[in-house]
């Protein structure tokens, strides 16, 4: 009864917290915050190609939004899932805003970026699963990337380094998923994460 109470407290606040995007969608990124992302992004390694960079940037920031409109997004994360578990929207859990942004990164064909699936919180007993996509130099595992997270604010793009984000401790998708079972063997790309 605790629980479901201190749940239900935090979905007033944070439906609370929510700003209402309607029809446009949430705020699209600044030039601003996409070129800081651009040069974060080259900053992971000498190799990375700085046009490679600045294309992850934007579609990071304009995918988001575009996502945001897509799967309706007018409330909280939390508020939104809600809805979406109850058919009311068609999309929206992270793990949606993960799928699809893992998938349109990917279709770049990166040589210098490679884009990652983390998931946070996996074996926390009071902690709602968390997944998104991570971004990193080619070759380089998922904790050297940059976690770019368009589900925690509605559709408006957070973005941090793995090791430096305040509120999720991220883990590769493949090992959470071989912990509970649900992969036995990894194909060839799947063990990066």
């Not at 935090?10 to 949430?26: D, I, K, R, Y």
């Not at 699209?28 to 940037?57: F, M």
């Not at 919180?121 to 009071?126: E, G, L, P, S």
Request: proline share 6%.
């Amino acid at each position: 009864m605790i629980r479901l109470l201190a749940l239900l407290f935090s979905l007033a606040v944070l439906s609370a917290c929510a700003a209402g995007h309607g029809e446009n969608g949430p705020p699209r990124g600044s030039e601003a915050q996409i070129a800081q992302l651009a040069q974060s992004l080259r900053a992971l390694d000498p190799q990375v190609d700085p046009s490679e960079a600045a294309r992850a940037a934007r579609i990071s920031y304009e995918y988001s939004h575009t996502l945001a409109i897509a799967y309706q997004i007018t409330d909280a994360p939390l508020v939104h899932n809600a809805k979406v578990n109850r058919g009311e929207k068609p999309r929206g859990l992270c793990r949606h805003w993960a799928e699809d942004m893992e998938a349109r990164l990917n279709q770049e064909g990166f040589k210098t970026l490679e884009v990652h699936r983390a998931i946070a919180n996996a074996n926390k007993r009071f902690l709602i699963e968390h997944s998104s996509a991570v971004i990193s130099a080619r070759g380089d595992s998922m904790e050297q990337g940059i976690v770019v997270d368009p589900w925690r604010m509605g559709g408006v793009l957070f973005w941090s380094r793995v090791p430096e984000d305040p509120k999720y401790p991220w883990r590769r998708r493949f090992d959470v998923q071989r912990e509970k079972g649900l992969v036995r063997y990894a194909l060839p790309g799947e063990m990066q994460g």
